[in-house]
């Protein structure tokens, strides 16, 4: 059997680490110790409201949101990457994430990293419904869910003990054309493992070893 908390740690890092190559490189580098400066603000244009000596994350999550949605008010909108390193804070809760998104989305199209972090945040409530709907209201909006999203949703499934359904989700990931990651190969594994499903397994094993991934490794198994 694989471990869960490994490949859990292992779907984090590796919806990570895409969306990480297209953010700003100052925003990656931000300390707690970062003072608030017109270069190292993520919201460089907007009015100061802090001291030079507080960092501008370590004020609440609320107080950012906030921040965000007067600059809206305002005409004077964010870009999408700076929306989107608000929603991926770890401080960031699912609603508070949400409410980030709507009023995001009421300007317009958002892209489709903006719903996969909410599939992965109720997801992580084990809000799977929840995670659903936004799967579903994804596809509604015209944006096609991509590999992330899909990975993030067989996740979510696991998460919840909903294997039957993980492996469903993976089954249309490929009926989609698309090419699973590693995390969502070894969480459909897991998934088909758990429910008796030894045929798909037998399935599932056959592409993950011709996409040519590294084997399971000993820490990957319980």
């Not at 009015?47 to 960092?55: A, G, T």
Request: aromatic share 10%; with cysteine.
């Amino acid at each position: 059997r694989v471990c869960v908390v490994t490949m859990m740690r292992r779907v984090a890092l590796s919806l990570w680490q895409p969306l990480r190559a297209g953010l700003p490189k100052h925003s990656l580098t931000l300390t707690r110790r970062s003072p608030l400066t017109p270069f190292s603000h993520p919201l460089a244009a907007r009015p100061r409201l802090f001291s030079s000596e507080v960092s501008w994350w370590d004020s609440p999550v609320s107080t950012r949101i906030s921040e965000v949605k007067a600059r809206i008010a305002k005409g004077d909108v964010p870009s999408h990457k700076w929306i989107f390193t608000v929603m991926t804070d770890n401080k960031t809760t699912a609603p508070e994430a949400r409410e980030l998104f709507d009023v995001t989305k009421a300007l317009g199209p958002v892209p489709a990293m903006f719903y996969t972090q909410m599939v992965y945040l109720y997801g992580n409530d084990k809000s799977v419904d929840q995670a659903v709907d936004f799967f579903n209201r994804m596809r509604k909006d015209g944006v096609r869910p991509d590999d992330n999203t899909y990975s993030t949703l067989i996740n979510a499934f696991v998460q919840a003990g909903q294997f039957n359904k993980a492996v469903e989700v993976m089954d249309g990931m490929l009926r989609d054309g698309m090419k699973p990651q590693r995390a969502a190969f070894l969480m459909a594994l897991y998934a088909s493992e758990q429910t008796g499903l030894g045929e798909k397994r037998a399935q599932l094993q056959d592409l993950f070893d011709k996409e040519g991934y590294s084997p399971i490794r000993d820490d990957e198994r319980a």
